[in-house]
């Protein structure tokens, strides 16, 4: 059971570039979301969807962009990366009346 | 929006040690989960409890949602215990988990 899985983990872009994030998850679960994570920092969210075809922004929206086509897959993607998109993304996923979050391994970004 | 403190930012033990490390939130919640962030950046989520006692192992937790705050506690401290705990609320009235995070309590557990 692969539970949330992220690509790549590691990740180099200049400023300006674009790319996506990938986020899968093997439980069928309803609602998936995207969290930043800084450094001496919690993390923050950027976007969640509770279900195929619908989405929308949480705290820290701006420069990113989502889709939800089907259940397993919520990639999120960076329109023209920006030095202060720098960070660590999770993704996660829980049922619809769960109680319980899972997490992705994390995407290390860095944009030089 | 809802604030979420814990305390204290950094805590460095002796292998064997107890600690309590405090989650302190500024509005009523109903999801409150605490996770433990390892060295390689890995989130595993330790307890579900927006009210009430559990215990898992060395690990337990009370949440007094009346007061606002709750409290992780570790016993027997191990090397592998180290790394950042972090307590994340949901505001009551929010129906999709938009969990809001603390900045964590970083944990060095020594040999």
């Known amino acids: 059971n692969a539970g949330v899985t992220q690509t790549p983990k590691f990740q180099v872009l200049k400023t300006g570039q674009s790319m996506t994030l990938q986020c899968a998850q093997d439980?069928?679960?309803?609602?998936m979301s995207w969290y930043r994570q800084d450094p001496g920092m919690g993390l923050r969210l950027i976007h969640y969807?509770?279900?195929?075809?619908?989405?929308d922004q949480g705290e820290v929206p701006n420069g990113y962009n989502v889709s939800r086509s089907t259940t397993e897959d919520f990639p999120l993607r960076l329109l023209s990366a920006a030095p202060s998109q720098t960070s660590v993304y999770f993704c996660?996923?829980?049922?619809?009346?769960?109680?319980?979050?899972?997490f992705g391994e994390g995407s290390w970004l860095t944009v030089v | 929006g809802i604030q979420v403190e814990q305390s204290p930012p950094d805590l460095i033990l002796q292998e064997g040690a107890n600690s309590t490390l405090r989650c302190n939130f500024s509005?009523?919640?109903?999801?409150l989960q605490w996770f433990h962030q390892n060295p390689w950046g890995q989130l595993i989520n330790l307890f579900y409890?927006?009210?009430g006692t559990k215990q898992n192992g060395r690990l337990s937790a009370t949440t007094v949602a009346t007061e606002r705050y709750s409290l992780l506690y570790i016993s027997s401290s191990q090397t592998t215990d180290s790394g950042v705990y972090f307590c994340?609320?949901?505001?009551?009235?929010?129906?999709?988990?938009?969990?809001?995070f603390g900045t964590g309590t970083r944990l060095l557990v020594s040999p």
């Open positions: 439980m069928n679960h309803e609602y």
């Open positions: 969807s509770v279900g195929a075809g619908i989405t």
């Open positions: 996660a996923s829980s049922w619809q009346g769960g109680n319980t979050i899972y």
């Open positions: 994340a609320v949901k505001k009551r009235d929010t129906g999709f988990q938009k969990l809001v």
């Open positions: 509005d009523s919640v109903n999801n």
């Open positions: 409890i927006p009210s």
